[in-house]
């Protein structure tokens, strides 16, 4: 393991700090290994529920000059087919390879029923995805809005979750990120994935005069949320003492430092993958290497945070 | 950037049959090589991959067959009607000498631009197109005034009345051929794979799978066995690709990411 970009998280050790985002390239085995294969310390599941879901129609995903909108809406394939997933990558990688499973329910009792099912397969880590934009009109606000449903979720999970460690996956759309995070330490969460998509945002045709996803709006993700999610992820290190996966507009090595700088113990990437593809995860370890060794920086340790000071 | 969603005219209809129609369009980019394939969103329906079957005088053509819900909703496209064009995706096919094109169903329609640029730059080729029934098989006058081209149709209304594989070994063994295109039905490519493994010939073949977004990153068109995404590394894959895949010939997975087993 590169002794450099080596980096401890919830007791395993993972080979890079970086982590595959949830929804990008995570519905089958075969995907996930090639971003592992490409370098990324651990890869993140597709968000998945109990029961298969269609999601909505398309455009569902489209690229535009600040980054990418998306109104996937959920679909997967359900726990059942995607547990087969999940036990295939890990014979496929390793025992030692870096799976964390993301789960969603519609109601906070199925959250921990998929939990549940999903630590059948030892994940490293549970992620939970209590703040997806695309289907409030089906569930109510996101749950990740909510402090109470925040708290219990999080109580629910934990305790169907077991030996396996929590990350509660936030949205930067509450009356106070810094009150929700505390909210998940207080509650038992291991960990705080931050953030989710924002918004969500529209896109109009102006050739048709109509908006362009089929769900009229969708989660923006990309360099334009970039900032926003750093100062998310700053926040939250500086007012709790959970570890932080920081996601959100990553595209280069100088991002992922400035995402170690605020705080992050790992740094996961989702649109990235649209703008500098698989081999984005091989550069950016690279290009961290190489930061790292110009500095004479013996460890990611040496300067987690270093803005806090 | 062709990745961003924009509207485009229908500059005008064609129709092949009741169930097959051709919409052509400006060209939105250039070079569009064959066997790439464009998001074509009808504004308030849905968006789905459409192959294309021409490019010409700086014209680009999608032909379509209605076989559900979205695509018999374009049926109804007329000229001057706004549609959006999200493309092209994915690798084509490249050029080869003495090549054999073997299509079926509405996998001739890809084989339909290459046959043009192969006979641009007069390459020779031989053709072999196989459908249910005549019907089925659009661009005849073309694929048959370019190269020697053969038919077989199901039912015999057209050329021969059989299955495509059954015609291929002949004209592999009959000819100085060296390389096969396909496209078409599953069933048919993983015949004309082994036929043409068999004949120690080279080979490229387009593949379909479910695709959402088209740009490499929903991971819907994943192929097991290698984690090739069939909208980015594909739908044209070599023999060195094809060969490296496990799940030719199963079900496909669907809307949910599930191997569709009905
Ligand atoms: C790369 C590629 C190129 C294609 N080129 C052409 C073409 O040139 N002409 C043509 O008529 N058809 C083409 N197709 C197939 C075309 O996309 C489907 O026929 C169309 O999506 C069917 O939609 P529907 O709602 O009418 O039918 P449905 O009833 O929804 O489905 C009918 C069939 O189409 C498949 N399908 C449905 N949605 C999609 C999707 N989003 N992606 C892939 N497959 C889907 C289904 O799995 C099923 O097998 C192509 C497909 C791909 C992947
Ligand atoms: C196409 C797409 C699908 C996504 N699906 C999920 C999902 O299923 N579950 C989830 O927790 N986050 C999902 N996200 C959000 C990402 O995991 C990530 O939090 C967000 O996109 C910000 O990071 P990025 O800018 O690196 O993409 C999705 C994002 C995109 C672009
Ligand atoms: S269609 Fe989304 S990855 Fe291929």
Same mark, same amino acid.
């Given at each position: ?74 679909? /997967? ?22 799976? #964390? ?19 059948? #397969?030892?994940?490293? @880590? ?22 109470? !449903? ?86 939250? &290190? ?7 996966? $920081? ?63 | ?23 052509? #369009? ?12 464009? /998001? ?5 329906? !849905?968006?789905?991959? +459409? ?28 000229? $001057?009607?706004?549609?959006? @064009? ?36 007069? #390459?020779? +080729? ?15 006058? !073309? ?45 048919? @490519? ?22 959402? &977004? ?6 819907? &068109?994943?192929? !097991? ?38």
């Amino acid at each position: 393991m590169d002794k450099l970009l080596k980096t401890s998280f919830l007791g395993k050790t993972y080979p890079s700090p970086l982590v595959l985002a949830s929804g990008v390239l995570g519905l089958t085995a075969d995907s996930m290994k090639r971003v592992l294969d490409a370098g990324a310390g651990a890869v993140t599941t597709k968000s998945f529920g109990l029961e298969p879901r269609k999601g909505h129609p398309c455009p569902a995903i489209l690229p535009f000059d600040g980054g990418l909108i998306n109104a996937v809406g959920l679909s /997967n394939p359900g726990v059942d087919e995607m547990v087969k997933e999940i036990r295939k990558l890990r014979e496929q990688a390793g025992s030692s390879s870096g799976i #964390f499973a993301s789960v969603f329910g519609r109601t906070h009792e199925e959250f921990g029923e998929v939990t549940r099912r999903a630590v059948e #397969f030892e994940p490293n @880590l549970i992620e939970v995805n209590v703040s997806c934009p695309n289907v409030s009109s089906e569930f109510g606000t996101p749950f990740g809005a909510n402090e109470m !449903d925040v708290e219990h979720i999080t109580r629910i999970v934990k305790k169907a979750a077991g030996s396996i460690p929590v990350s509660i996956k936030l949205t930067i759309h509450c009356p106070s990120l810094i009150r929700m995070a505390k909210i998940c330490e207080e509650n038992g969460a291991d960990a705080i994935t931050a953030i989710n998509t924002v918004g969500p945002g529209m896109l109009i045709d102006t050739g048709v005069m109509k908006p362009v996803l089929a769900n009229t709006v969708g989660g923006v993700s990309g360099p334009a949320i970039f900032p926003l999610a750093l100062k998310a992820v700053y926040e939250i &290190c500086g007012n709790t003492r959970l570890p932080v996966i $920081g996601t959100g507009g990553v595209r280069t090595a100088d991002e992922a430092l400035q995402m170690i700088m605020a705080g992050a113990r790992m740094v996961s990437i989702g649109s990235g993958v649209y703008y500098g593809d698989i081999e984005l995860f091989t550069r950016i370890n690279r290009d961290l290497r190489s930061w790292m060794k110009e500095r004479d920086i013996k460890n990611l340790k040496e300067f987690r945070g270093v803005v806090h000071e | 950037m062709s990745d961003l969603m924009r509207t485009y005219p229908v500059l005008n209809v064609k129709s092949h049959s009741p169930v097959m129609k051709s919409f052509y #369009f400006r060209q939105p980019v250039p070079d569009i090589q064959p066997g790439r394939f464009f /998001n074509v969103w009808l504004p308030g329906v !849905d968006e789905k991959p +459409f192959s294309v079957s021409d490019v010409y005088q700086g014209i680009m053509e999608i032909t379509v067959k209605a076989v559900g819900p979205f695509t018999r909703k374009m049926m109804d496209v007329r000229r $001057g009607d706004l549609l959006g @064009l999200r493309g092209p995706f994915g690798r084509g096919f490249s050029h080869h000498q003495h090549a054999l094109l073997v299509g079926g169903g509405m996998g001739v329609v890809p084989l339909r631009y290459l046959a043009r640029q192969l006979r641009q730059r007069g #390459f020779h +080729f031989e053709v072999l197109l196989g459908g249910r029934c005549g019907q089925d098989i659009p661009f005849q006058n !073309d694929f048959s005034e370019w190269a020697p081209t053969t038919f077989v149709t199901d039912d015999g209304s057209l050329g021969y009345k059989g299955l495509v594989a059954d015609y291929m070994q002949d004209k592999i063994r009959e000819s100085r051929l060296s390389f096969v295109y396909s496209s078409g039905p599953e069933a048919m @490519l993983v015949k004309v794979m082994d036929l043409a493994a068999q004949a120690g010939l080279d080979y490229e073949i387009s593949f379909e799978r479910y695709m959402k &977004c088209g740009i490499g990153i929903c991971g819907q &068109c994943v192929v !097991d066995g290698s984690g090739i995404r069939l909208c980015k590394e594909g739908p044209v894959l070599t023999r060195q690709e094809a060969e490296k895949v496990s799940e030719w010939g199963l079900p496909h997975r669907d809307a949910t990411g599930r191997r569709n087993n009905s």
